[in-house]
């Protein structure tokens, strides 16, 4: 009713004038004990600060959108057939997972011995386990195949664009392939120790197999042939080459001309192929010799050397904590002469994008500073509205950790949009003083005043802005991963900056403009005494 509705705007206002009416009484108690209001700040702020590792770090959040790849990688040269033995297994028990909604398989699209399985769950509205819960129980699975390099990861829309590389990759580089070989199989096995690695592995794969032909240059000499010679006409009889079009119907057919597959079935009918000398045709074995071996499926390299990546999954902790410990362990680790490591994948693509957002906060930061300079004409009380910024921190801190919130690429996004928002309570403030001060009133009056009478405004705006994100720090739903880290950072870092602007703004700017009088008290002095010598 109309009374009930008077009633409740009668006592929020009660209430709005009571705490206007202790907070102007608190300000006058701090700013009699500023010194003392600074050190209980300082005290809160490196507590804060000291919890800083607790918080743990990532590229972006994971999304939980319900997707996962399980990639099968078998021996070189494995038959389709046991291939897809395995894909049946691993299928037959994806489908067995209660949260699973679909899968579907694929067999021999990179070769005979490789496979692919994609698991779609039900939603996450109707699911117990995330994801992640349901990757550890297919890695789980997995390593109980014998024979078979099977990796899971969660995909999903959301994961796209990340950048390539795993959440773990340490490039080791040198000439040596072998030794590269080496290197990163001992290291493979030290990584495997850390907590929250999953799924190490390197990119050294099997080689292709193949057949060399080594040719005698010498023997090739006294037949009148040469090297080039020789690899033609075998390319010609293994490979085929096509040597002319025939046209018919306006269509032209490539001509491929070519041993009979009866004639190059094994290495000893290819040491029997013909080739053409001036003394006449003679076998391929005469004039050189064919070696089994395995040729690589890819050579890569960085900084004009070889490269061999160790990578890996991580689960149970956040990605920054696992890639200290990664680094520390290599740094242990010795490391042979000839091989260097170095970091890349997403903890890479992490420090970069972090490294250009800090640049992106600094100069926000800064061009806060210039405009309020210029509102209002003063270099100093610009820097005690802006004191208040380091403090948010505590609030950033407090609500990543209160939320299990990880700091991400979001999170630091939310930061500067909180560099933004802050100042703003601070600005109401000090700007009443500063009228309170030109029609009179002195420096300590005015503060106590100014809190009075703007405490209503700013407790507004404080409260719209944070029960307007109370909605995205507490969802649930499907991509509220993205949008909580930006939520969890703004009411955590403008709830602290609030208390602090309402209690430490006022001792700092009673700070700083005793500083400026005096300075400005001291400059006078000095022209004044300058005037006295120039008359002398």
Same mark, same amino acid.
């Given at each position: 009713?109309?009374?009930?509705?008077? +009633?409740?705007?009668? %006592?929020?206002?009660?209430?709005?004038?009571?705490?206007?009416?202790?907070?102007?009484?608190?300000?006058?108690?701090?700013?009699?004990?500023?010194?003392?209001?600074?050190?209980?700040?300082?005290?809160?702020?490196?507590?804060?600060?000291?919890?800083?590792?607790?918080?743990?770090?990532?590229?972006?959040?994971?999304?939980?959108?319900?997707?996962?790849?399980?990639?099968?990688?078998?021996?070189?040269?494995?038959?389709?057939?046991?291939?897809?033995?395995?894909?049946?297994?691993?299928?037959?028990?994806?489908?067995?997972?209660?949260?699973?909604?679909?899968?579907?398989?694929?067999?021999?699209?990179?070769?005979?011995?490789?496979?692919?399985?994609?698991?779609?769950?039900?939603?996450?509205?109707?699911?117990?386990?995330?994801?992640?819960?349901?990757?550890?129980?297919? +890695?789980?699975?997995?390593?109980?195949?014998?024979?078979?390099?099977?990796?899971?990861?969660?995909?999903?829309?959301?994961?796209?664009?990340?950048?390539?590389?795993?959440?773990?990759?340490?490039?080791?580089?040198?000439?040596?392939?072998?030794?590269?070989?080496?290197?990163?199989?001992?290291?493979?096995?030290?990584?495997?120790?850390?907590?929250?690695?999953?799924?190490?592995? =390197?990119?050294?794969?099997?080689?292709?197999?193949?057949? +060399?032909?080594?040719?005698?240059?010498?023997?090739?000499?006294?037949?009148?042939?040469?090297?080039?010679?020789?690899?033609?006409?075998?390319?010609?009889?293994? /490979?085929?080459?096509?040597? =002319?079009?025939?046209?018919?119907?306006?269509?032209?057919?490539?001509?491929?001309?070519?041993?009979?597959?009866?004639?190059?079935?094994?290495?000893?009918?290819?040491?029997?192929?013909?080739?053409? =000398?001036?003394?006449?045709?003679?076998?391929?074995?005469?004039?050189?010799?064919?070696?089994?071996?395995?040729?690589?499926?890819?050579?890569?390299?960085?900084?004009? /050397?070889?490269?061999?990546?160790?990578?890996?999954?991580?689960?149970?902790?956040?990605?920054?904590?696992?890639?200290?410990?990664?680094?520390?362990?290599?740094?242990?680790?010795? !490391?042979?002469?000839?091989? &260097?490591?170095?970091?890349?994948?997403?903890?890479?693509?992490?420090?970069?994008?972090?490294?250009?957002? /800090?640049?992106?906060?600094?100069?926000?930061?800064?061009?806060?500073?210039?405009?309020?300079?210029?509102?209002?004409?003063?270099?100093?009380?610009?820097?005690?509205?802006?004191?208040?910024?380091?403090?948010?921190?505590?609030?950033?801190?407090?609500?990543?950790?209160?939320?299990?919130?990880?700091?991400?690429?979001?999170?630091?996004?939310?930061?500067?949009?909180?560099?933004?928002?802050?100042?703003?309570?601070?600005?109401?403030?000090?700007?009443?003083?500063?009228?309170?001060?030109?029609?009179?009133?002195?420096?300590?009056?005015?503060?106590?005043?100014?809190?009075?009478?703007?405490?209503?405004?700013?407790?507004?705006?404080?409260?719209?802005?944070?029960?307007? !994100?109370?909605?995205?720090? %507490?969802?649930?739903?499907?991509?509220?991963?993205?949008?909580?880290?930006?939520?969890?950072?703004?009411?955590?870092?403008?709830?602290?900056?609030?208390?602090?602007?309402?209690?430490?703004?006022?001792? %700092?700017?009673?700070?700083?403009?005793?500083?400026?009088?005096?300075?400005? &008290?001291?400059?006078?002095?000095? /022209?004044?005494?300058?005037?006295?010598?120039?008359?002398?």
């Amino acid at each position: 009713t109309a009374d009930d509705r008077w +009633r409740w705007l009668h %006592f929020v206002n009660r209430t709005v004038e009571v705490l206007q009416d202790r907070y102007a009484a608190a300000i006058d108690v701090v700013l009699r004990r500023r010194w003392l209001t600074i050190g209980v700040v300082a005290v809160v702020l490196v507590g804060s600060l000291v919890l800083v590792p607790r918080v743990g770090s990532e590229f972006l959040p994971s999304s939980d959108e319900g997707m996962i790849r399980v990639n099968v990688r078998m021996p070189r040269g494995t038959p389709l057939a046991d291939t897809n033995r395995v894909i049946q297994q691993l299928e037959g028990f994806s489908a067995g997972i209660p949260e699973v909604h679909s899968v579907d398989a694929t067999v021999g699209s990179g070769g005979t011995e490789s496979g692919r399985i994609g698991v779609q769950l039900v939603d996450l509205d109707q699911r117990d386990r995330s994801t992640e819960d349901i990757v550890g129980e297919l +890695r789980a699975f997995a390593e109980s195949v014998p024979g078979a390099n099977i990796t899971v990861r969660a995909t999903g829309v959301m994961m796209m664009g990340t950048g390539s590389g795993s959440p773990v990759d340490v490039q080791l580089r040198g000439d040596d392939m072998d030794l590269l070989q080496e290197t990163a199989n001992r290291l493979l096995d030290v990584l495997a120790e850390i907590p929250g690695v999953q799924e190490p592995r =390197t990119s050294f794969t099997e080689g292709q197999p193949e057949i +060399r032909l080594q040719i005698d240059r010498d023997r090739a000499s006294d037949y009148g042939v040469s090297v080039s010679q020789v690899a033609s006409t075998v390319r010609t009889a293994v /490979s085929g080459t096509t040597v =002319t079009q025939y046209r018919t119907g306006g269509e032209e057919i490539g001509v491929l001309v070519q041993l009979g597959e009866y004639w190059r079935q094994n290495p000893t009918d290819v040491e029997n192929i013909p080739i053409s =000398t001036p003394r006449g045709f003679i076998p391929l074995k005469e004039l050189g010799s064919l070696e089994r071996g395995e040729g690589p499926v890819s050579i890569s390299r960085s900084e004009r /050397s070889r490269v061999v990546s160790v990578s890996a999954q991580v689960a149970g902790r956040d990605l920054g904590s696992v890639n200290r410990d990664v680094q520390t362990a290599v740094g242990a680790f010795p !490391m042979p002469f000839g091989v &260097q490591a170095s970091f890349g994948g997403e903890d890479e693509q992490m420090q970069e994008s972090f490294g250009q957002l /800090s640049l992106a906060l600094l100069l926000g930061v800064v061009l806060v500073y210039m405009i309020l300079a210029s509102q209002f004409e003063s270099l100093l009380q610009p820097l005690a509205i802006m004191i208040t910024l380091p403090f948010a921190v505590i609030g950033v801190i407090g609500g990543l950790l209160a939320f299990g919130v990880n700091f991400s690429l979001v999170s630091f996004i939310g930061a500067i949009m909180l560099a933004g928002i802050v100042v703003n309570n601070a600005i109401v403030l000090i700007d009443y003083v500063n009228q309170m001060r030109a029609e009179g009133m002195n420096r300590h009056d005015a503060l106590v005043e100014a809190g009075r009478v703007r405490l209503r405004p700013i407790l507004m705006t404080t409260l719209t802005t944070v029960l307007a !994100m109370v909605p995205l720090a %507490f969802s649930q739903g499907d991509g509220s991963e993205m949008q909580q880290p930006i939520a969890v950072v703004v009411m955590g870092g403008l709830i602290t900056s609030t208390l602090l602007t309402l209690f430490v703004l006022p001792v %700092f700017y009673s700070l700083f403009d005793g500083f400026g009088a005096r300075v400005m &008290q001291l400059l006078g002095q000095t /022209s004044k005494a300058g005037k006295v010598d120039g008359h002398a």
